[in-house]
């Protein structure tokens, strides 16, 4: 199994790579087009700012790579948000992929620590992705914008209203949360990625 973490400047590829050798994978991290492109599974990571993020995947081209490829792709957190259209997060134009926006959280509804730092439970189910995961169990979220429910939504989630936890669109799967972080429930969402 050759499995490529994309490297961009957005951080927690060591965490992700430690979840990894938890389960008995190893990865590769680069920038590398040709290495990104034969991979039969690729993991987009990210904690970071969505506008300095698309910048650099721009200037290395990686926007255009990342779209076009035809593996397992899994975004995570930043990584996932940046897989949408739009981000609100300094209006940021982003990859497309999922048609959902993403948004900045607000408290004048429901008062709410922003941004969400800590456990919480994701349900309504839908995909591989989360084979043996049980309905409600707990993940572990850090992030101030979330992705609308839209018709790529594959697990939702509450934190002052619903929103995506999950998206999935043909072979591009994303995740909000952080697998390699969610203890045995992240570990089972890792491998069954890689097991798709």
């Given at each position: 199994?050759?499995?490529?973490?994309?490297?961009?400047?957005?951080?927690?590829?060591?965490?992700?790579?430690?979840?990894?050798?938890?389960?008995?994978?190893?990865?590769s991290?680069?920038?590398?087009?040709?290495?990104?492109?034969?991979?039969?599974?690729?993991?987009?990571?990210?904690?970071?700012?969505?506008?300095?993020?698309?910048?650099?995947?721009?200037?290395?081209?990686?926007?255009?790579?990342?779209?076009?490829?035809?593996?397992?792709?899994l975004?995570?957190?930043?990584?996932?948000?940046?897989?949408?259209?739009?981000?609100?997060?300094?209006?940021?134009?982003?990859?497309?992929?999922?048609?959902?926006?993403?948004?900045?959280?607000?408290?004048?509804?429901?008062?709410?620590?922003?941004?969400?730092?800590?456990?919480?439970?994701?349900?309504?189910?839908?995909?591989?992705?989360?084979n043996?995961v049980?309905?409600?169990?707990?993940?572990?979220?850090?992030?101030g914008?979330?992705?609308?429910?839209?018709?790529?939504?594959?697990?939702?989630?509450l934190?002052?209203?619903?929103?995506?936890?999950?998206?999935?669109?043909?072979?591009?799967?994303?995740?909000?949360?952080?697998?390699e972080?969610?203890?045995?429930?992240?570990?089972?969402?890792?491998?069954?990625?890689?097991?798709?």
């Open positions: 199994m050759n499995l490529v973490i994309l490297k961009y400047n957005a951080g927690n590829i060591q965490s992700v790579l430690y979840a990894l050798e938890r389960i008995g994978a190893t990865a991290v680069t920038d590398n087009m040709e290495d990104i492109q034969s991979a039969d599974k690729v993991i987009f990571p990210g904690v970071g700012e969505a506008s300095s993020a698309m910048n650099y995947l721009k200037s290395k081209q990686l926007d255009q790579l990342i779209v076009s490829l035809k593996q397992p792709v975004g995570i957190c930043l990584g996932m948000q940046l897989m949408c259209k739009f981000s609100e997060e300094n209006n940021t134009h982003c990859l497309g992929i999922f048609d959902e926006q993403v948004k900045k959280f607000t408290s004048s509804l429901t008062p709410i620590k922003i941004p969400q730092i800590g456990w919480n439970n994701i349900y309504s189910l839908k995909s591989p992705l989360f043996q049980n309905n409600n169990s707990y993940c572990y979220f850090v992030h914008f979330y992705a609308s429910i839209g018709e790529h939504t594959i697990a939702t989630t934190y002052g209203n619903e929103y995506s936890a999950a998206l999935q669109k043909n072979n591009f799967y994303g995740v909000q949360f952080h697998p972080k969610s203890a045995g429930v992240g570990e089972q969402i890792l491998s069954n990625f890689i097991n798709l």
